[in-house]
């Protein structure tokens, strides 16, 4: 069958179970990160009082500095310092190994790298519970490097789908992937609290012990379903195969195998790879003000408390979950349909989703007492809105650079990195009474990061394999000819 007449089908298919690996994948792999910030409450002993501890009334709530429990029995007598360090060890990890997990993709393949990394961070999530009982600053360390494991994996995903997706599938097989993330999110506080009142082992270790099997379970499955490139597939259909190659290959150059250098002067002066930095970081700034910042106003202004508000917590990460989904299903019709360029649709994608953010973040920031629903309802809004960023700046580092998209991206998220290290301490510093006004300065600031970063993204961005990205004969590729990516273009339409 010819793969420039027919598109075989995305679903089912093997690019979209691989998809669906991906997906579970960064779900555990979100659940292992984010588990100790909920395990944490029922492991450190407050034991405190409300007696002597003053009170703030807040849209005529009492507010405390402590959790309304008057008493919270746990195993470990540590001061907030300490929980902080166990808290922050994971990201200094994280921030290291970005860049290393895009090149260790490209040269020894992306399933390998996936794999070593989510198995090892399993692992180490198992003995999580005797790092804790052996010491703070073993525990520490152990965290520091599940974080430097988990640095390396998104990007190595990344690189699989340069190889992987189809042009015109980009944006929905992307999108499906990291969507495992917000369920990730959602799925591991319930859990968690459960666990701590019912678990085995005092409660909190079984979090750690749950999420590490199944950690374990999902790399056997991934071995067997995954594999680096199409061509290798065992169980792959001919004309799936000959679909993914051909549509690739006539966008990159035709790839025999080789593994071409990185040009790192062309990726670091290119505006096309600096226009996907700049709206990677101020996505990541906005999302850590949604995720770190905006739980506190809401109990410094209005005297809400989000993880007391249940299933209503979840709401804007399923709204964020279906966006994404969403996002790249429209993203890949408009572009199949002809309605908007590739570029163009990167740029609407961004627009809407970090100025629309940047709207809803402002709009509650001038809700008042009485407007709880309201104020829920732009959170939902902002957060669901910002999954569009998916199908802008994430899906086009792997069109503008694919061999190396795993090293541009693990660069990108370097540098976002730091939004999560700076965006909280700046809140911090503007909001040292926790009033109304300040959080207002607080929300405009974000929005105009969040427009800043949209803006610079629409001016330079290109919807285009850059020049310096494609393989060249010299490293032992041979050009596709234009006519042949022209016609796939059209076929895959």
């Not at 593994?259 to 700049?278: G, N």
Request: charged content about 10%.
């Amino acid at each position: 069958m010819d793969a420039a007449t027919t598109k075989p089908r995305l679903v089912p298919s093997t690019r979209f179970a691989l998809s669906l690996a991906m997906f579970f994948g960064c779900l555990v792999t979100y659940m292992m990160r984010t588990n100790m910030s909920f395990a944490v409450v029922c492991m450190v002993s407050e034991n405190k009082t409300d007696t002597g501890v003053e009170k703030v009334s807040r849209c005529g709530k009492e507010m405390t500095p402590v959790d309304s429990n008057s008493s919270v029995i746990g195993e470990f007598d540590w001061d907030k310092k300490t929980t902080g360090m166990v808290l922050s060890s994971f990201f200094y990890g994280y921030i290291g190994s970005q860049i290393i997990g895009g090149h260790l993709a490209s040269r020894y393949g992306g399933k390998r790298v996936v794999f070593i990394t989510i198995l090892g961070s399993s692992l180490l999530t198992l003995a999580n519970p005797v790092a804790a009982r052996t010491s703070e600053y073993a525990l520490a360390m152990l965290r520091a490097a599940i974080g430097f494991l988990q640095g390396a994996t998104f990007p190595a995903m990344h690189t699989m789908w340069s190889v992987w997706g189809p042009p015109l599938e980009l944006s929905v097989l992307t999108g499906v992937t990291y969507a495992g993330a917000q369920i990730g999110n959602v799925i591991v506080l319930p859990l968690s609290g459960f666990l701590c009142q019912y678990g085995f082992d005092g409660g909190w270790p079984s979090i750690f012990y749950i999420l590490g099997v199944f950690g374990v379970i999902w790399c056997a499955v991934w071995w067997y379903i995954s594999s680096d490139k199409p061509a290798t597939h065992p169980r792959i259909s001919k004309e799936e195969k000959q679909y993914i190659i051909t549509s690739v290959e006539a966008s990159m150059g035709k790839d025999t195998g080789k593994v071409p250098s990185t040009p790192w002067i062309k990726i670091l002066t290119s505006p096309a790879v600096w226009a996907c930095w700049a709206g990677h970081f101020a996505g990541d700034w906005g999302a850590y003000t949604m995720l770190v910042s905006l739980p506190s106003f809401l109990k410094d202004v209005l005297g809400l408390n989000l993880s007391s508000l249940g299933a209503v917590a979840s709401i804007p990460y399923m709204a964020y979950f279906c966006a994404i989904n969403a996002g790249g299903i429209l993203a890949d019709t408009i572009r199949s349909k002809g309605i908007l360029s590739t570029l163009n649709t990167r740029r609407a994608a961004m627009l809407v989703a970090l100025v629309g953010q940047g709207l809803f973040l402002v709009l509650s920031g001038y809700c008042g007492c009485g407007q709880d629903i309201l104020v829920i309802i732009f959170i939902t809004c902002g957060m669901a809105v910002s999954g569009f960023q998916y199908a802008g700046f994430v899906v086009n580092y792997l069109e503008i650079a694919p061999p190396f998209s795993g090293t541009v991206m693990g660069t990108g998220n370097t540098i976002s990195a730091l939004a999560g290290i700076i965006s909280p301490a700046v809140t911090s510093y503007l909001t040292p009474n926790g009033t109304q006004e300040e959080w207002q300065v607080v929300m405009w600031l974000t929005a105009g990061i969040l427009t800043a970063g949209a803006l610079i993204f629409s001016i330079f961005a290109s919807g285009e394999v850059q020049p310096w990205a494609k393989l060249s004969p010299e490293e032992g590729h041979e050009m596709a000819p234009l006519r042949e990516g022209e016609k796939i273009e059209l076929a895959t339409a």
